[in-house]
């Protein structure tokens, strides 16, 4: 698509601010568009850290899963959350873990904090909380595992999802990193994660070339030492972030300097954002569920139940598809998801939008957060007011329906 931009900075700061945040406020761009490019970009990366307080279940009986998530979804519709808030649901959606397997509101809330508490920090670092965190470990068949006899699951998406990607591993090194990650268990009255020597391995092994005795935390270094991991996470952000996967050779580039930054995110962050192709691609990837839910949530300012409405665009946290998470590609844009999301617009109750008039064009669009947008568009929004016999409420109505509709609305 070849977007119209009546207003170039205000479209590239509009744009920064739709890939930084969930939350593409028309006021923020506004302020935004009136300083320079590079005080734009230090606002997008001085995202503040919220570890904030989920609701909980052990200390309130009444508090459940759906309460936890509820407070979790608030937390992403804040106008401040930016970068922040985005890359809290980037760990989750990268290292997955399913609440329906894990049965345990508590254990769901302890991930979630360490999610937000090493959201923007070391990746090394959460990778060592993550691996013997108890949601995971009951997740991944990690709990209970014994060397004489361990489980697979882990060590595989450790390697396969959460770190090197395919290719970098042989089935012997599953077999050796089984051995080196059992010993843990969740305690069933507490839920406290334990180790427990006598389930160990304390022994030699050889794991993807290397010869010593590894234990948990070593078999992350040393994943974490590889350039592989660098390269497959940073692309992975990248994508995320800016809508497009980076050739071959420009990920390794970027792992590669990622790799020499220690794994820090924050350095990353402001090296993807600066990048070159984050700039120049428009509109190459489409929003997710969740991200569409908040997109709507933000334009319009209609109160939505998160947990089933999520649950209906097919992105409900804590309940991916898979350990591999969620799509990522154009599966967002098939029939059966669009119309879903066609019923959530239709259904909406256009007296409940918060500031609906006027229901110029200009208006929708910036409310919406599309201050590019293809000639169609405009064209077909135009049109509203030409060609039918509506009065100025019902033009509104229309024209809010066609620009949370348009293929635009639908892509980041």
């Known amino acids: ?156 998406e450790l390697m396969e999802l959460f770190t090197t990607g395919l290719g970098n591993y042989t089935e012997d090194d599953i077999k050796a990193a089984a051995r080196a990650l059992a010993g843990w268990t969740v305690d069933r009255e507490t839920l406290e994660v334990k180790f427990v020597r006598e389930r160990s391995f304390v022994a030699p092994l050889l794991f993807r070339g290397e010869q010593a005795v590894f234990d948990t935390a070593a078999i992350v270094d040393h994943l974490c030492n590889d350039v592989a991991t660098a390269t497959y996470v940073a692309n992975k952000i990248f994508h995320y972030l800016g809508g497009i996967w980076l050739p071959e050779n420009e990920a390794l580039a970027l ?25 120049t691609a428009h509109y190459n990837r489409p929003r997710t569920g969740l991200e569409f839910y908040c997109a709507l949530r933000t334009a319009t300012g209609v109160e939505l139940e998160h947990v089933r409405t999520l649950r209906s665009l097919g992105q409900m946290p804590y309940e991916p598809p898979n350990v591999a998470g969620w799509p990522t590609d154009e ?43 293809s000639q169609a568009t405009l064209d077909a929004m135009n049109q509203i007011g030409i060609t039918t016999q509506l009065d100025d409420v019902g033009r509104a109505q229309v024209r809010w329906r066609l620009a949370l509709s348009s293929a635009e609305f639908q892509l980041t």
């Not at 617009?345 to 007296?351: E, S």
């Open 1 to 156: 698509m070849d977007p119209v931009a009546p207003n170039p900075q205000r479209s590239r700061v509009a744009r920064l601010v739709r890939r930084t945040s969930f939350v593409a406020d028309p006021a923020a761009i506004t302020a935004l568009a009136d300083e320079h490019w590079d005080s734009a970009l230090h606002a997008a990366l001085d995202t503040t850290e919220n570890p904030g307080i989920p609701p909980d279940p052990e200390e309130n009986e009444d508090i459940g899963f759906d309460e936890i998530m509820n407070w979790w979804v608030d937390q992403m519709l804040r106008p401040d959350g930016g970068l922040y808030e985005k890359m809290v649901w980037f760990w989750h959606s990268h290292l997955t873990t399913n609440h329906r397997d894990v049965n345990s509101s508590v254990l769901v809330r302890r991930q979630l904090m360490l999610f937000r508490e090493h959201a923007l920090g070391n990746f090394r670092q959460l990778l060592h909380a993550f691996v013997i965190d108890g949601a995971l470990l009951r997740y991944l068949n990690g709990a209970g595992s014994e060397a004489s006899n361990p489980n697979e699951n882990l060590a595989r």
């Open 255 to 279: 792992g590669r300097w990622w790799h020499g930054q220690n794994l820090e995110v924050r350095p990353l962050l402001e090296r993807i954002i600066t990048h070159e192709h984050f700039e």
């Open 331 to 373: 599966r967002w844009l098939e029939p059966g998801s669009i119309l879903r999301r066609g019923a959530l617009i239709n259904g909406l109750d256009f007296d409940d939008i918060h500031d609906p008039m006027p229901g110029t064009v200009d208006h929708v669009l910036e409310r919406c957060g599309l201050l590019s947008f």
